[in-house]
């Protein structure tokens, strides 16, 4: 039986076969994971998120008057695991902040809370990046919205424009990040947002969505086989300490979170905040990956009362390893035009800018090249900074020995 609205048991069922789909493609969302770190986590983390959003509902919901949308947000948010779970953590606290205390939402509210949902999901990320989650989330969205404005305002409507309109955006996300696109990949934690809004389709028509395989064309990092432009291949420093802390927060107001966010953004990266209403109070789930470990933590107490602290060290981002055999041209350029040039046949370009380009430009092209010999030319008076002159076409064999090879090129 299609449904018209989403009721008290719809949305059980929602959260009882998202749970069970993030379960089936888990390790295949792992696989896909590169962004914002290699970790290998993101269909594990949301898998978690979404086993503690289940947990509060069916715990709560038999011994309590509160808003079913209200009892699983509160575990999504307090449960939430990771980055993507976290911001998938979010989306749900941004439901419930719609659809709590209302009747059972049919299509247009469904459409008007979802956007809102991925507006609010925006601000928690300190640093919001496009061919993301969020992205992924927006796009579902705004078509949802717009299946509503063109007069098909049936759930059942509105939940597959959704769910259509969040795969379209998951397959462009590698044209929209160079992380992904020199991988090969869409993003993981928007790929696993689709496997939530496809059981939200299955829940709402009976049937579930006839795709392929989530992620199956892409278990070996090989779905976008298109050679990446050499003047956008993403930049890869070398590894070094990192790690991801995370905590819920208690005890504390908004202006001493607000404090916390911006300590946070400047101690690290992948900063996410969330808050959440609770029995006892306001409670935030802060999410950041940093290096110096302590001082997040101690940002935490002085914001309030850190409490489930996890730290997990962050998986190094490893330079490809050079393949035998293979040889690479690097080009350092003194303009667009030549940038264009070389790479439409097919070589690394280095663009000069006006202080021209330092050895940690160039090595990083020689590096993901993954050529066992690279060869460097240089075009149009480009200057290597802090070198001794122009950059000459001197033969550097074995990259991943450089800088000592870089310092010959020059």
């Excluded at 007069?151 to 590698?174: C, Q």
């Excluded at 059981?199 to 278990?219: D, F």
Aim: hydrophobic letters at 45%.
């Amino acid at each position: 039986m299609v449904l018209e609205t989403l009721d008290l048991d719809a949305l059980r069922r929602w959260v009882v076969t998202a749970r069970a789909d993030l379960a089936t493609y888990a390790e295949r969302i792992n696989r896909l994971n590169v962004f914002p770190v290699p970790d290998g986590d993101t269909g594990t983390n949301l898998l978690l998120t979404a086993q503690a959003a289940l947990a509060a509902l069916e715990r709560e919901s038999v011994r309590t008057t509160e808003p079913a949308w209200s009892v699983l947000s509160r575990g999504a948010v307090l449960g939430a695991r990771g980055n993507s779970g976290t911001i998938l953590a979010q989306l749900m606290r941004g439901l419930a902040d719609q659809l709590a205390g209302q009747p059972p939402a049919d299509g247009p509210a469904l459409a008007a809370a979802l956007l809102r949902a991925a507006e609010i999901a925006y601000t928690a990320v300190a640093d919001p990046e496009e061919g993301t989650f969020l992205t992924v989330a927006r796009s579902g969205a705004e078509a949802a919205t717009a299946c509503v404005a063109e007069g098909r305002t049936a759930l059942a409507d509105v939940v597959t424009a959704a769910a259509d309109g969040a795969r379209a955006a998951l397959e462009g996300t590698p044209e929209q990040l160079a992380a992904l696109r020199e991988a090969g990949v869409v993003d993981a934690g928007g790929a696993g947002l689709c496997a939530v809004l496809d059981a939200l389709v299955t829940t709402v028509t009976g049937v579930e969505p006839a795709r392929p395989p989530l992620a199956a064309s892409r278990e070996a990092g090989h779905a976008h086989t298109h050679r990446a432009d050499p003047r956008h291949v993403p930049h890869q420093p070398p590894p070094g300490p990192g790690s991801e802390v995370q905590y819920l927060l208690a005890d504390a107001d908004e202006e001493s979170v607000a404090r916390l966010h911006t300590r946070l953004a400047a101690l690290g990266d992948s900063l996410v905040v969330v808050g959440v209403d609770t029995p006892t109070g306001r409670e935030w789930n802060v999410h950041v990956h940093v290096s110096d470990i302590g001082a997040a933590i101690e940002a935490g107490i002085e914001a309030g009362r850190p409490y489930r602290i996890s730290v997990e060290p962050l998986a190094p981002v490893l330079p490809p390893e050079p393949e035998a055999g293979t040889r690479a041209l690097v080009a350092v350029v003194s303009s667009d035009g030549l940038a264009e040039l070389f790479a439409g046949a097919g070589v690394r370009v280095v663009t000069c800018g006006p202080d021209g380009v330092t050895e940690d430009d160039v090595l990083d092209e020689i590096v993901v090249s993954a050529a066992h010999e690279v060869a460097g030319f240089a075009g149009g008076l480009a200057r290597l900074r802090g070198g001794d002159g122009l950059v000459d076409g001197a033969l550097a064999p074995k990259p991943h020995s450089a800088p000592k090879q870089l310092r010959d090129w020059a």
